[in-house]
């Protein structure tokens, strides 16, 4: 029973997990990598494969933990305080885009609050960066402003 306090909200990542190795390998193309004091993290819209339409489907997430951060029991530690701390502000979740996060060593020893509050804190700058709209390459300035377009004459 949820309290009339905090709003409705899903309980579960299930749906909004980024699980596909095309879906990661299309986000790292798409994004720039962003820095947190404890992860990494990548932003991308969701586009359809080769069409550049975008999806208006619900936002997805995905974790990456390197072996480089210890053993089986460790990564699965880190994972599941990350799925966790997402979960409880999945709603934060920019709609359109998908979210990878890298974490760091820091985050095994990380108290469980300061995890959240960083993982938080990312998410209201996904969000941010999502409702503004994208740069243009220089390229697509000038054709817009009318300017000439290269070409092999």
Known sequence: MNSPSRPAQPQSLAAARLRKHADFQ?????????????????????TLSGAGA?????????????????????RNRIKRRMREALRRHVALLPQGFDLI???????????????????????????????????????????????ESSSLS
Do not use: C
Not at 54 to 74: E, F, I, Y
């Open 26 to 46: 299309r986000a790292y193309k798409a994004a720039r990598k962003r820095q947190s004091t404890s992860m990494s993290w990548f932003l991308a819209p969701q």
């Open 54 to 74: 975008v999806l208006s489907s619900a936002p997805r997430v995905g974790l990456t933990v390197g072996k480089v951060l210890g053993k089986a029991t460790q």
């Open 101 to 147: 996060l890298h974490p760091r060593q820091v985050v095994l020893n990380l108290e469980f609050a300061q995890l959240e509050a960083e993982i938080v804190r990312i998410l209201h700058q996904a969000g941010e960066l999502a409702r503004t709209p994208a740069p243009r390459s220089p390229r697509a300035h000038a054709a817009a402003a009318g300017g």
